[in-house]
């Protein structure tokens, strides 16, 4: 069954619409290729059938970000990590075309990881760059800084990756990125959203300059399948 709004599970909204050709399914249960995204989602009303499917997508004793988690894990399960996170909204964000922002494509993906490697903004691998549309910022020929499109709930579009390097923080670039995304996004009639992490107070001050709003709190959960399930 669906999320009351699309913003309730986004993960699983984004994998049976925008994302379905991406979506590895068994049951209700969604998943997105390993190299792409490391989401897993139940339907917002599970079963405990649903948790049986994600046993079998996700393997004993796989390690996986579960989204869309409502009550308590099934008897073995373990929570391996929860971290308190936010969720806002930019329906006031209209957006800014940026003109030194560079469409990223496949032959950026080694420079693409190598900054996310140095920056931690969160997931990103080999193939996320198949979920939307990622651009970057060079200086000197080198990727600096970057923002793209992630989850894409029916109406709704993720800003994600958004991260600069070190050297060149200070300057603005971060903020150009996230308007220059939402741009495409509202270009599409489509509205930005984004995910951080509750205790980072200087991004969320940084979203809230730019208009995004907060919607709901939320909890990022990693969970551990049991390594035997009897069935």
């Not at 490391?38 to 004793?61: I, K, N, Q, R, Y």
């Not at 990881?113 to 990622?134: H, K, M, N, S, W």
């Not at 923080?169 to 509202?186: E, H, M, P």
């Amino acid at each position: 069954m669906s999320a009351r709004h699309p913003l309730d599970n986004p993960a699983w909204e984004s994998l049976s619409g925008a994302h379905a050709h991406l979506a590895e399914r068994r049951g209700a249960v969604l998943r997105y290729p390993p190299d792409v995204a490391p989401f897993l989602a139940l339907p917002s009303e599970s079963s405990p059938a649903d948790w049986d499917d994600v046993a079998a997508l996700a393997g004993p004793g796989a390690v996986v970000p579960v989204a869309g988690l409502a009550g308590a894990l099934p008897a073995g399960w373990q929570v391996e990590l929860s971290v308190p996170g936010v969720q806002m909204t930019g329906a006031d964000v209209t957006g800014v075309h940026d003109d030194e922002a560079v469409l990223l494509g496949p032959e950026d993906v080694p420079e693409m990881l190598d900054l996310v490697a140095r920056t931690q903004p969160g997931p990103f691998l080999p193939r996320t760059i198949e979920l939307g549309a990622y651009l970057g910022i060079r200086r000197g020929g080198a990727l600096v800084a970057m923002a793209g499109e992630r989850l894409r709930p029916r109406g709704w579009t993720e800003i994600s990756a958004v991260c600069t390097d070190d050297a060149f923080r200070g300057q603005g670039l971060a903020t150009r990125l996230v308007l220059a995304v939402a741009a495409g996004i509202r270009e599409r009639g489509e509205t930005p959203f984004l995910h951080t992490l509750a205790d980072n107070t200087t991004a969320i001050r940084l979203y809230e300059t730019l208009g995004f709003r907060l919607r709901q709190t939320t909890t990022f959960v990693v969970v551990r399948v049991p390594t035997y399930l009897a069935g």
